[in-house]
């Protein structure tokens, strides 16, 4: 007989937004769901930096556009200080000014508003597990933007063409599941290559191998 398999704990997920109506949807959509726990939402970037305690949270859903602190500086100021925590911002802007500055100061997924509610979840789990969620069509204009600009010459890192590939998959966004599929690896192939790309670029985070790889990101 099947033991039955353990309750993953819920997910504790607080909410930076201005706009009070789409405060209230989100507030909605995550009170409803039995595997977050909805901890607090915040008008503005201001109060949330005044009240935050990264002890509280495991995932931050941020809106960019914001009187006063905009979501990315509250991202930039709060991810040092709680590496921990995962931030997904949630925005109308599909500028990739605001994407790449938002990866940048360390947010883990990029969501357009017009995500549907039964998406919201699945990705705030997603990050939770490792994953970088981005709405269809951010993660299109990430991979357009890497492939059109022009690359440091990694050669100097003598990373091989599979590290390229890794290094391609991470700047993406992608998983590390998603990358093994994409390269017929596994997923402990991945996490080598990994390991020797952070070694070969002297970086420790998913974030700083891409800078380095992509300075102008």
């Not at 706009?19 to 989100?26: Q, S």
């Not at 994409?182 to 990994?194: D, E, L, M």
């Amino acid at each position: 007989m099947n033991e039955p398999r353990p309750m993953q704990p819920e997910v504790r997920v607080m909410v930076v937004e201005d706009d009070a109506e789409i405060r209230d949807l989100l507030r909605r959509i995550l009170s409803d769901d039995r595997s977050i726990r909805f901890i607090k939402a915040y008008p503005n970037g201001g109060s949330f930096l005044a009240d935050f305690n990264g002890e509280e949270a495991d995932v931050v859903v941020m809106d960019i556009n914001m009187p006063g602190v905009n979501g990315i500086e509250c991202v930039a100021r709060t991810k040092p200080l709680y590496p921990q925590v995962q931030f997904i911002i949630s925005t109308v802007f599909e500028n990739p000014n605001y994407i790449f500055q938002a990866l940048c100061a360390g947010a883990t997924g990029y969501l357009l508003k017009s995500l549907s509610a039964q998406e919201l979840v699945p990705a705030i789990h997603d990050v939770v597990q490792g994953g970088s969620p981005m709405s269809p069509a951010i993660a299109r204009m990430v991979v357009s933007s890497f492939q059109g600009q022009a690359r440091v010459s990694i050669s100097d890192h003598h990373l091989t063409i599979k590290e390229r590939e890794v290094v391609d998959g991470l700047a993406a966004g992608l998983m590390y599941k998603e990358i093994a599929d994409k390269g017929g690896i596994s997923i402990g192939t991945v996490r080598v290559h990994i390991r020797n790309i952070y070694e070969k670029l002297q970086v420790s985070s998913r974030h700083e191998a891409v800078k380095k790889v992509y300075p102008s990101a």
